[in-house]
């Protein structure tokens, strides 16, 4: 049974491009979180979407967007890369939105330069 | 402004030996507290969770003791293992207020040592 998949595992861009994150949960799964992990801190939670709507969203601007697909997959997309978007991103998946057993993907390490 | 606090970055214990990792919170509306340890290059993994109408929940070689009076929580590993050798995260969140998302600490770096 596969886990929560996340792609891809590494990436580097240059300050001001644009990127995207891309997460399919686990089968059955119809909730998505995003959350962002910069070193030596604890992951912090960008956006959270259940049947193709957004649930939540944490204190990021409005350079991070994200959606989810009928297939419950979902990208995380961010504009204008600022160094201080290097960091690792993790997808989380889960049942439903009230459901804590949160499943984490393994991340995707990006690095802007 | 951090809602959840794990104040030692790092903790060593030999093995066989107990590891008690430590967590603080300031928001009172949280309800629901979760352990995850994470090893390098994986994403964090579930190890128990305590709700706060209870004070102690045990799986196995975890424990997770809840002190809400002083918005305290532990996590205690016995005996603890090399393998246990990670990343441990605390995170919170106000499961009776609706979905909140999980709030982390820092995370405490526990290394058991053979």
């Known amino acids: 049974d596969a886990g929560v998949t996340q792609s891809p595992t590494h990436l580097i861009k240059t300050r001001g491009q644009h990127v995207t994150l891309r997460c399919s949960p686990i089968?059955?799964?119809?909730?998505v979180s995003w959350y962002q992990q910069v070193l030596g801190q604890g992951p912090q939670f960008i956006f959270q979407?259940?049947?193709?709507?957004?649930?939540g969203r944490g204190n990021f601007p409005d350079r991070f967007s994200a959606r989810q697909f009928p297939n419950y997959s979902s990208e995380l997309n961010v504009n204008a890369l600022l160094l201080g978007d290097s960091a690792l991103y993790l997808c989380?998946?889960?049942?439903?939105?009230?459901?804590?057993?949160?499943?984490f993907g393994s991340g995707t390490r990006l690095t802007v330069v | 402004d951090q809602q959840v606090k794990q104040n030692s970055p790092s903790l060593s214990v030999q093995e066989g030996r107990i590891s008690i990792l430590n967590c603080d919170y300031t928001?009172?509306?949280?309800?629901?507290f979760l352990w995850y340890k994470k090893y390098p290059a994986e994403g964090p993994t579930f190890l128990i969770s305590?709700?706060?109408?209870?004070d102690k929940n045990e799986d196995g070689r975890f424990t997770v003791f809840l002190n809400k009076s002083a918005k305290h929580l532990s996590l205690h590993i016995v005996p603890s293992q090399p393998g246990d050798s990670a990343v441990y995260f605390c995170?919170?969140?106000?499961?009776?207020?609706?979905?909140?998302?999980?709030?982390f600490g820092k995370g405490t770096r526990l290394s058991v040592i053979a």
């Open positions: 989380a998946s889960s049942l439903d939105p009230i459901n804590y057993g949160y499943t």
């Open positions: 089968s059955g799964h119809k909730s």
């Open positions: 979407y259940y049947e193709k709507e957004e649930r």
């Open positions: 928001n009172s509306m949280f309800d629901y």
């Open positions: 305590i709700s706060s109408i209870k």
């Open positions: 995170a919170a969140s106000t499961r009776n207020s609706g979905n909140t998302p999980l709030v």
